[in-house]
């Protein structure tokens, strides 16, 4: 684009040039009073070369945004203005931090640090959560749809709303004091759950156990 406005603006006469040869005659007496279709020739000139000069800049202004995202990238969701979405934010510290509906859907959360975390809402469909550390977040109404929550610690957590699917997996993970009410759980993910619960939850007084149904 600044190519093609520099190749247009170079097809405007150079006023200053216009008395120049090749024989190299000296140009034309100071005090020589110009026609009027010269005077307006001159003023035609100079409108152009503002106009060529005002695309220009416009033209490089918007080569420097196509070629560095981030100075055209504003916002990101609660969390800054940083992109949490299709990341690998594998052992990344967000503990303690208010996250609320923040989309981390298809990341890579590998032993990231959530501890304290404020995730109401918060979206990790078919995220990796492996070894992650979710003790004692705020849960309530967050998605887990086919995320790989294994080996993650969900001690003294709060899911109460949180959305699974049946390909959401908690194999492997810490869910003492965690409260599952109105969880939907598959039978059998039930059922493993139910072997490992134990506790109760500090901010509900909800047993573990409880939550889960557990016979």
Do not use: W
């Not at 405007?12 to 024989?23: C, E, G, V």
């Not at 033209?59 to 504003?74: N, T």
């Not at 918060?122 to 550390?133: H, I, K, P, R, Y």
């Not at 709303?161 to 959401?168: D, L, P, V």
């Amino acid at each position: 684009m600044a190519l093609l406005n520099v190749s247009m603006c170079s097809k405007f006469p150079n006023p200053s040039r216009q008395h120049l040869s090749l024989s190299g005659s000296p140009p034309p007496p100071p005090h020589v009073l110009k026609t009027p279709p010269e005077a307006s020739r001159n003023l035609v000139v100079q409108i152009g070369d503002s106009v060529c000069k005002a695309g220009l800049i416009a033209a490089l202004s918007a080569s420097l945004l196509s070629a560095s995202p981030a100075l055209a990238y504003i916002g990101g969701g609660p969390y800054g203005s940083e992109v949490t979405r299709g990341q690998d934010l594998s052992g990344k510290d967000f503990s303690g931090l208010t996250l609320v509906k923040q989309d981390f859907k298809t990341s890579i959360l590998r032993q990231a640090n959530f501890h304290g975390a404020k995730l109401l809402g918060a979206s990790f469909f078919d995220a990796d959560l492996t070894g992650a550390d979710l003790s004692d977040a705020d849960l309530r109404g967050a998605d887990f749809s086919l995320a790989n929550v294994t080996k993650v610690n969900l001690s003294n957590a709060n899911l109460e709303g949180a959305f699974t699917t049946g390909n959401t997996s908690f194999k492997g993970s810490t869910i003492t004091g965690a409260d599952f009410t109105d969880v939907p759980l598959r039978d059998d993910q039930r059922e493993y759950l139910c072997k490992i619960a134990e506790g109760v939850n500090p901010t509900t007084g909800n047993e573990t156990r409880d939550t889960l149904f557990c016979k």
